[in-house]
């Protein structure tokens, strides 16, 4: 029997009286400074650090509760592919990745389509998961942009495509290149009906999916400091063996070379693209 365990402790307990549990989850470290900060006060913040600005990760649900009007939208059932049409394993098998990835975020896939009003005007949205396998582009995520720029044209509305995502899918080898040919043709659609195709980059966005689409946009925007590539700066600096300058690929450095056309704060995109969609539409 251990005298200071089974009795010493539950008296100095009895005394002191019961302390409430205190969740764990409810300060939340920025990555970039280290600030503490509440997880209300950071979710009303739309999950920008108040202290240095960094923008943090924000799930599907949030992004589309954010940007149409009173957080009201309806999604769209995207079509079925094939789940592993190459029966493809390295470590792991592919379709126990993806029972994994369903299972974690509760989606079939890296992509959500919905539709909804956005500062008065209709609007359809297509935007990446990043937590389902990286965001990466497989079969069902080209179905995702398809099926997202078809329903802009049978609605008259404006497309807005925000993609974060590590590239192709690599588990499904030449199927996924060829979503980079399918996603492109399917955007034309869209600029040929004279609708607006607008492009939200946040971070990252990298690979085939900025090869493609993701750098197709009427007006290309990006959330402040995403990483924005096809190749990562470490491939290109162990490639050419040199050092890259501070911060190469990132948004500002991307508007400054004149690839983007404005770098938004989250806190001011509803509004910059409500102006945008005036525009385009007077």
């Not at 049978?154 to 080898?173: K, Y």
């Not at 043709?185 to 492009?199: E, H, R, S, T, W």
């Not at 290309?220 to 063996?241: H, K, M, Y």
Request: charged share 25%; with cysteine; hydrophobic share 40%.
């Amino acid at each position: 029997m251990n005298w200071l365990t089974n009795f010493v402790r539950p008296k100095i307990k009895k005394l002191v009286g019961a302390q409430p549990d205190v969740p764990e989850n409810m300060w939340d470290k920025c990555p970039k400074c280290s600030h503490m900060v509440f997880h209300k006060e950071l979710e009303k913040n739309l999950r920008v650090c108040p202290d240095c600005g960094h923008h943090m990760r924000l799930s599907v649900t949030e992004r589309l509760s954010m940007l149409f009007d009173g957080g009201e939208y309806k999604r769209i059932e995207l079509p079925e592919v094939p789940s592993d049409p190459l029966n493809f394993r390295d470590i792991k098998k592919y379709s126990d990745r993806l029972k994994e990835s369903r299972a974690k975020t509760g989606e079939r896939d890296a992509i959500q389509v919905a539709h909804g009003v956005m500062g008065g005007q209709p609007m359809v949205v297509a935007a990446f998961d990043f937590s389902f396998m990286g965001g990466s582009m497989g079969a069902a995520v080209g179905e995702g942009i398809v099926a997202a720029a078809e329903l802009a044209v049978l609605q008259d509305a404006p497309l807005l495509v925000i993609p974060a995502s590590g590239g192709a899918r690599m588990q499904e080898g030449i199927i996924s290149l060829m979503q980079m040919a399918r996603t492109t043709v399917a955007v034309d659609k869209v600029k040929d009906k004279g609708l607006p195709y607008l492009v939200l980059l946040a971070d990252p966005t990298t690979g085939g999916v900025s090869a493609s689409f993701a750098m197709l946009g009427d007006v290309n925007l990006a959330e402040p400091n995403a990483l924005i590539c096809f190749a990562g700066p470490r491939v290109i600096e162990q490639t050419i063996r040199q050092k890259l300058p501070p911060g190469f690929q990132r948004s500002e450095y991307l508007l400054a070379h004149g690839m983007l056309d404005a770098v938004v704060d989250r806190r001011e995109l509803k509004e910059a693209l409500t102006k945008l969609l005036k525009f385009f539409k007077n």
